[in-house]
């Protein structure tokens, strides 16, 4: 019945192109899942030190396909690799919003999950958010053919080692700092500009969202808890009554079914919260894309300051201009003088321009790039978002109908009394 409801809502709402699946990407070749994860310990017996890993499993379907990956495999990553593979990916392709990875531990005071980052619920939730992560890379057609990617789904051993060779840490850190950096460019582009805004805005709204409903979830809990005390009631007055007493006790019994059965109901809407959690972290990736634009251009334009700055500079040699020390101890340049500082000044202006081109160049391909994966992501949101909504509905049907159920048996029950 829940899947009907589900096609019901979802006919509702107009297809789009996102829903149409992506082409060439490594998803329709191969099944990725992060199928359990486990508990383990390093050091001695007096001091240990817990982590937990995820079993990836993945297993090829295309028996067409050229790939170079085996046809099944199964390894353990930890939560630090899955971070490792998401800078990576990040410094390689930073014109791509990139993919989130579930929170590591609690992060906002209005969430009702466990703080302790080994409870069995949050550990099984951020194993759902790891393969959403690895999902979301294997359908994209630029990422999902990253060969570090596909290394890290299938080679266990010396994977980390890899990473190294690329020299991937020392550019992560110089490139990162630049990236963190505030700018304030002279001719902003109003399309990034829009785009970054509109980041901030998702996370704002997303945030809110969550805010509500765990608001919302938290007075449920509470409100079918206190049924609990209806249960009660009525078995204790079961015991004093002969003839109504049989139809009271079950009466009990049902309203603490409906106390007890809010827990289920809660656990999957806690699923789909983390969807809508997901694009809240989106938002923030989105406006990343624009501040490593914001890097470029500012590139751009100190490049260009440096051949305005050198050009005026020519210009004063050229018309025998001369600093105040130079007026007053009478020391002028000789026409040789002033040819050999223009010529210099030539070579420096010259190299200026070299630099504006390759830094306008890197810039409008980067640009180019991020329009076109930002468009993606922004079909792809609307696709997520719309069914993300739709489960969030036939949810609360879902438990409408079981709590309507629950009441009927209980007017029966009532109804039963001699």
């Given at each position: ?17 996102g829903d149409k699946k992506v082409k060439d990407c490594l998803l329709d070749h191969m099944e990725i ?130 990473l190294k060779e690329t020299g991937y840490l020392l550019f992560a850190e110089s490139r990162f700092k ?101 694009y809240l972290f989106f938002g923030g990736a989105l406006q990343n894309v624009c501040k490593r634009r ?125």
């Amino acid at each position: 019945m829940e899947t009907d409801d589900f096609c019901k809502i979802k006919s509702k709402f107009p297809e789009s192109d996102g829903d149409k699946k992506v082409k060439d990407c490594l998803l329709d070749h191969m099944e990725i899942s992060v199928s359990e994860a486990e508990k383990r310990a390093t050091g001695t017996l007096n001091i240990r030190d817990f982590y937990t890993v995820y079993l990836i499993e993945t297993k090829v379907t295309d028996s067409e396909w050229k790939g170079t990956l085996v046809n099944s495999c199964s390894l353990w990553r930890r939560y630090s690799e899955f971070e490792l593979l998401r800078s990576d990916l990040e410094m390689s392709y930073p014109y791509i919003v990139m993919p989130t990875l579930p929170e590591k531990k609690v992060m906002y005071a209005w969430q009702k999950a466990a703080t302790d980052t080994f409870d069995p619920d949050f550990v099984d939730r951020r194993r759902v958010g790891l393969e959403s992560f690895l999902l979301r890379v294997a359908s994209h057609p630029i990422l999902s053919h990253d060969a570090l990617f596909m290394s890290f789904l299938q080679k266990e051993d010396g994977w980390r080692e890899t990473l190294k060779e690329t020299g991937y840490l020392l550019f992560a850190e110089s490139r990162f700092k630049a990236f963190s950096v505030s700018v304030r460019l002279k001719q902003p582009d109003k399309r990034f500009e829009s785009i970054k805004n509109y980041g901030g805005e998702l996370q704002s709204h997303m945030g809110e969202l969550l805010r509500v409903r765990a608001k919302l979830a938290s007075s449920l809990f509470n409100l079918h808890r206190l049924h609990a005390n209806y249960g009660r009631v009525f078995s204790e007055w079961s015991a004093i009554e002969k003839e109504m007493g049989d139809g009271l006790q079950k009466a009990g019994h049902y309203l603490d079914s409906l106390a007890l059965g809010v827990d289920s109901i809660l656990e999957e809407e806690e699923l789909i919260a983390d969807q809508f959690k997901e694009y809240l972290f989106f938002g923030g990736a989105l406006q990343n894309v624009c501040k490593r634009r914001e890097a470029l251009q500012l590139e751009v334009e100190q490049a260009e300051g440096l051949v305005s700055a050198k050009s005026q500079e020519k210009e004063k040699v050229q018309l025998g201009k001369v600093g105040l020390m130079c007026r007053l101890f009478g020391s002028v340049d000789t026409d040789e003088v002033r040819e050999l500082k223009v010529s210099a000044l030539d070579e420096r202006i010259e190299e200026g321009r070299s630099s504006v081109k390759v830094a306008r160049d890197r810039l409008n391909t980067f640009s180019g790039k991020a329009l076109v994966d930002i468009e993606r992501f922004q079909s792809q949101k609307a696709v997520d978002l719309r069914e993300t909504l739709a489960s969030y509905i036939v949810l609360q049907i879902k438990m409408s109908r079981k709590g309507l159920q629950t009441w009927i048996r209980i007017c029966k029950c009532l109804e039963s009394i001699p």
